[in-house]
T-cell receptor, first 116, second 112 residues
């Protein structure tokens, strides 16, 4: 079965530090890749997505992610975090081409705390 | 107004009670989903529906049932609630396979 691994469950950073959150998935075929963010007390929102094309995708609020097919990875990065980035981040994978229902598989999430 | 609305936002119930969580959407999407979120486990799919006549079990459907009353409405029921169903429940919609899913604000359920 498909799986998504997020290596860091909790990350604590100071403002202006750089961020990289790891995400690896197990499916070997064509995939759609997503990062969702959940701010405290709020619903999940799309941060960025990769469907095809340039493997370096840019999302909202200065986030970007790089799809490396050979490593089955889709790591999230931000050069300089802010206190307002404190949230939980979820990587998700959808094998959008298998026909029928295309399941969106979520990682366990990474809880990021940014201190001023 | 939110595109995906869940009611109630919070619910406390007792073991053995039947409860219903409701979801409605104004996005016009055919596909709707119910997930539960537990700390350290991410989101797990309970049920999904491609249209009013299509209901499918997800990975953790035991103890739950759903009803797709209309394209815009998808309800989740716990027939006899148990404490390990205490969780945060999310409804989501999408317009096509593989595409972005849009989430509601969630329902926090506590079963005592």
């Amino acid at each position: 079965a498909q799986s998504v691994s997020q290596h860091n469950h909790h990350v604590i950073l100071s403002e202006a530090a750089s961020l990289e959150l790891g995400c690896n998935y197990s499916y070997g075929g064509t995939v759609n890749l997503f990062w969702y963010v959940q701010y405290p007390g709020q619903h999940l929102q799309l941060l960025l997505k990769y469907f095809s094309g340039d493997p370096l995708v840019k999302g909202i609020k200065g986030f970007e992610a790089e799809f490396i097919k050979s490593k089955f990875s889709f790591n999230l990065r931000k050069p300089s975090v802010q206190w307002s980035d404190t949230a939980e981040y979820f990587c998700a994978v959808n094998d959008g081409f298998s026909g029928g229902y295309n399941k969106l598989i979520f990682g366990a999430g990474t809880r990021l705390a940014v201190h001023p | 107004d939110a595109d995906v609305t869940q009611t109630p936002r919070n619910r406390i119930t007792k073991t053995g009670k039947r409860i219903m969580l409701e979801c409605s959407q104004t996005k016009g999407h055919d596909r709707m989903y119910w997930y539960r979120q537990d700390p350290g486990l991410g989101l797990r799919l309970i049920y999904y529906s491609f249209d009013v006549k299509d209901i499918n079990k997800g990975e953790i459907s035991d103890g739950y049932s759903v009803s797709r009353q209309a394209q815009a409405k998808f309800s989740l029921s716990l027939e006899s609630a148990i404490p390990n169903q205490t969780a945060l429940y999310f409804c989501a919609t999408s317009d096509s396979p593989g595409n972005i899913q849009y989430f509601g604000a969630g329902t926090r359920l506590s079963v005592l």
